[in-house]
């Protein structure tokens, strides 16, 4: 059977719309330009560096014991991470969803789970050194233990189970709101207990979920660089030590080598969760509940479960508020009171802190918009048209997500540095911001995309067929059909991808040129110096500034938001 | 709209897909040819999966056909783009914009098209008038109930003066009543307006009460065309029979002719119906037998057994066997008539004109 008529005539009526054609080519473009060519660098550097062909590199970095060292480690952290933040965010989520709560206790939970999403990613080894650190509050002056370190294994651990299992906690309990309740309600009736219902029907059911949220947070920890940064000590992970084989060992082939090997753990592990798990997670939760879940008010069962949920969320929070407390201390382990402003104001009289947070929001600003635009257009093309080039767009903005920021950031030294290739075309990029609003972009455009895709896919397909029908241009589709109703969708990512930014470290610190003072790299050295005081200043300001924005979104949303308006029957 | 009316033609149109299980190709329409006049209201009937919404699709430049050429009027429009092809279309999904009101939905191709803003206004309200949504112009569709929002589709399709109205299940939607109370007035606005239409559907008596002609579609095959009552009293073949309407079936051997009248052998009786030209003693026919055409009496016809008897309010519904054949049948107005009970032995009376022979 020839299908070539029906696909010439798609192509001749794809050509029809020049818009269209551009938009695709450009983005193309940038995808291949700065996802696809830096990683192939990579691979390109790690196997012909010494500019013969073949695995010696690979041998050099794999002799080195810091670096098998860092593979271990990094396995051991990601795992035990994964496997503590699942079970506590399976142990949030069960119980909002389960349990009758009180006001106050919901407040809690929201807070927790919006607190990793505005506040910088390493914010937690900062007050986990103040309180727990050999000066800190908690073990020095409340519990008079002069010798705990909080550095290393534990810290991370710690540190990095308490950033990521909000994460856990939002995916489950989207998870457990879709499994109809009239399952769990036919085992009781069979005769089945609580913890017997637990067991038997809800665990089985969330089993590829729980899967999936494990397989999330072990991709995140191994490619998290921050917390291991400040709070790792001499335990390194995979992710510092490529930091340091750049900027401390100068060995920009053996970093890309290894940059390589973490490429490929987070890639396998992303790619069983993707294709594996997330289809199962899919097959044994779909559709949604049929009503309403009969809550748990069994006193036995609520006051133990709520008390202790509140108990870590309070934790939690505590080491939220240390940061800002923390910069009013006068002088950090010696002397605590009166509380000063002096932090603040050094941030900016002697340590450039308006440059830091002009360039910082700047770059940020430009780079959210475009960020948010583009994850629209690819959501657009991805789930309403059909063209040969839509898998490639699909699955590269998808790659992106497996790619950790340093193995990104390793990438565009390697791939712009010298020039494309080493030719030296576009080497003008490399060291301007324009290189560091690319990396935003493209380190918050699977995030949107993922949002934007899944916005999309409610929308009936027809609603925009019928604009099409109408006379309008794809062009005119997008501007005002599609966008208009996903506009929340729209401006959430456009305020996740400003956060993501401004927030960002691990591949910009690899980037950033001494012309750009960048907040959270200011913080990282702050942190690096044991100068916890206007490290914490400086964070404060930037939790100020993410969770302004947010707010500022929700407010835009509730008044201006099309889409709540539309769902409104 | 002094619209010069335009007609559609299909010419050897096939439309291949990929089955996405088996990842094997198969042909959602095959090789269709078809001629629409213009001005005329023609069904497409069908099953699902029968390629009828494909073939609308394709019509509308949603979907590319893999062989053949499709034309509106005389140009060829394989090529055009949706947004370039003279048709409109009224989705199965109402598929109005939930950001706009009524009157923005209904002006929508019309500011696309850079009419004059008064010219639409004026527009606009007529149509809206003609569709009577007078005084809705500034709810929003989600104010509006189902059979409102479907006006407002039809609306939005007409108000740009399209050659061709196509129509994607339109009431499939809407509850049974408002269905048929929609379908009269989607027969009446057609008319008025004097547009081709071309409607698509799996419901039978919508495509009866709707169509000028009806095109019986069959795994991606046309099966028929021809007027309601051809295709319900002559249909061509098994499915379409059974398609519209209730269909029995009588197998029997031609026995001889005598005129335009053949004798047939069923279950061991004979049966007299009228021929055509072309029947041969010796093969084996079937008699299509509507469920209205027969009835029961104590003798005089084909003897049967009754296997079910049910009363259904306006008519009483009876199975009977003849002989291994299974006969459904509909006695109207059953209130002064006997009832035959399970069990009876009676006999199976219907008019030999009032069948059709295979």
Redesign the interface.
């Known amino acids: ?7 010439a ?2 192509r ?2 794809l050509m ?2 020049p818009i269209m054609v551009t938009t695709i080519v450009v983005l193309i473009t940038f995808l291949t330009l700065f996802i696809l060519y830096p990683l192939a660098i990579l691979l390109v550097d790690s196997f012909v560096g010494d500019g013969s062909f073949g695995f010696s590199i690979f041998k050099r970095i794999f002799a080195m014991p810091s670096f098998t060292r860092a593979i271990t480690n990094t396995l051991k952290v990601g795992f035990v991470v994964g496997i503590f933040s699942t079970f506590i965010g399976l142990l949030f989520a069960y119980v909002e969803v389960y349990v009758r709560l009180n006001r106050f206790v919901g407040g809690l939970f929201k807070v927790v789970s919006m607190l990793p999403v505005v506040s910088p990613p390493f914010v937690l080894s900062l007050s986990m050194i103040m309180l727990f650190g050999k000066a800190g509050i908690i073990t020095r002056f409340l519990l008079h233990i002069y010798d705990n370190s909080v550095y290393g294994y534990w810290g991370i651990v710690i540190v990095q189970t308490l950033t990521f299992f909000p994460v856990c906690y939002m995916m489950l309990k989207g998870l457990l709101k879709n499994i109809d309740p009239s399952l769990e309600e036919a085992a009781r009736d069979m005769g089945a207990g609580r913890w017997k219902v637990f067991m038997d029907v809800t665990l089985p059911l969330m089993l590829p979920g729980l899967g999936n949220a494990f397989l999330v947070t072990f991709i995140e920890s191994i490619a998290d660089f921050a917390n291991p940064m400040i709070i790792g000590g001499s335990y390194d992970t995979l992710a510092t030590t490529i930091y340091l084989q750049i900027t401390g060992a100068y060995d920009k082939a053996g970093a890309a080598a290894m940059a390589v090997v973490l490429l490929c753990i987070t890639l396998f592990m992303f790619a069983v969760q993707k294709y594996y798990l997330e289809a199962k997670t899919a097959a044994t939760l779909t559709g949604k509940a049929s009503r309403a879940r009969m809550l748990i008010e069994d006193k036995s069962v609520k006051i133990p479960l709520t008390i202790l949920c509140s108990l870590g969320a309070l934790f939690v929070i505590m080491m939220y508020i240390c940061v800002p407390i923390g910069a009013c201390f006068p002088t950090w382990g010696y002397k605590f009171f009166p509380l000063t402003g002096k932090w603040f104001s050094q941030v900016f009289t002697r340590y450039h802190g308006f440059k830091a947070f002009k360039d910082s929001f700047v770059l940020s600003l430009i780079a959210a918009p475009v960020t948010a635009l583009l994850s629209m257009i690819i959501s657009y093309l991805v789930v309403k048209r059909k063209f040969r080039a839509k898998g490639f767009i699909e699955a590269v903005s998808m790659l992106a997500m497996a790619v950790p920021g340093t193995v990104l950031g390793v990438g565009y030294i390697r791939g712009f540095s010298g020039g494309l290739f080493h030719t030296g075309i576009l080497q003008g990029i490399y060291g301007t911001g324009l290189i560091l609003i690319i990396v935003f972009v493209v380190r918050s455009l699977p995030t949107g995309t993922r949002s934007g895709i899944s916005a999309l896919r409610q929308i ?1 397909k ?2 925009e ?9 794809s062009f ?1 589709v997008f501007m ?2 599609t966008l ?2 996903i506009k929340d969708s729209f401006l959430s990512g456009l305020v996740t991808a400003f956060v993501r930014s401004i927030t960002a470290i691990s591949a910009i610190i690899l980037l950033v040129t001494p012309s750009y003072l960048l907040i959270t790299v200011q913080i990282n050295e702050f942190a690096e110096k044991g100068a916890f005081s206007l490290a914490c200043a400086f964070a404060t300001i930037l939790i100020i500034i993410t969770y302004g924005a947010v707010l500022l979104m929700n407010l835009f949303i509730k008044y201006f938001g ?1 889409s709540r ?2 769902k ?2 | 709209m002094e619209k010069v009316k335009k007609g559609v033609r299909l010419e050897h149109i096939s439309k291949i897909y990929q089955d996405p299980k088996t990842g094997k190709d198969f042909y959602a329409v095959k090789d269709t040819s078809l001629t629409i006049e213009p001005g005329s209201f023609v069904t497409l009937l069908g099953p699902s999966g029968c390629g009828k919404t494909t073939t609308l699709r394709m019509i509308a430049g949603f979907e590319s056909p893999d062989e053949g050429e499709i034309y509106l009027g005389d140009e060829p429009i394989n090529e055009l783009t949706p947004n370039k092809r003279d048709t409109a279309m009224v989705f199965q999904s109402y598929a109005l914009l939930p950001h706009y009101n009524v009157y923005d939905n209904v002006a929508y191709g019309l500011k696309l098209r850079k009419v004059p803003k008064e010219e639409i206004r004026e527009r606009v309200m007529r149509i809206l008038k003609l569709v009577e949504l007078e005084g809705m112009e500034a709810r929003m569709t989600n104010q509006l109930s189902g059979g409102q929002q479907q006006r407002v589709a039809l609306a939005r399709a007409l108000v740009i003066e399209p050659s061709v109205l196509l129509f994607d299940e339109p009431l499939s939607n809407l509850d049974a009543k408002l269905r048929v109370s929609m379908r009269t007035e989607i027969r009446r606005i057609q008319q008025e307006v004097g547009i081709t239409a071309i409607y698509v559907t799996h419901d039978q008596s919508e495509a009866m009460a709707l169509s000028d002609k009806i095109i019986i579609m069959n795994k991606g095959f046309v099966a028929q065309m021809g007027t309601p009552q051809e295709i319900y009293y002559h249909p061509v073949d098994e499915f379409v029979a059974d398609f519209i309407g209730e269909a029995n079936f009588l197998r029997g051997e031609m026995l001889g002719r005598s005129g335009d009248t053949v004798r047939l052998n069923v279950e061991g009786n004979e049966l007299l119906v009228p021929g055509r030209g072309d029947m041969e003693a010796g093969k084996e026919y079937t008699v299509v037998l509507r469920p209205e055409a027969a009835t029961l009496a104590d003798e005089g016809g084909l003897p049967c057994r009754v296997v079910l008897s049910c009363f259904m309010g306006s008519y009483q519904n009876y199975h009977v066997m003849v002989g291994d054949t299974l006969v459904k049948l509909e006695e109207h107005n059953p209130k002064n008539k006997h009832i035959y009970q399970v069990g009876d032995e009676c006999s199976l009376v219907f008019a030999a004109e009032s069948v059709h022979v295979l």
């Open positions: 059977m020839a299908r070539s008529q029906g696909a005539l798609d001749k009526k029809a719309d009936d027809s609603i067929e019928s604009a099409y029908d109408m006379g309008a241009d005119k005002t059909v208009p109703l099309t308006k539309i409104e029957e």
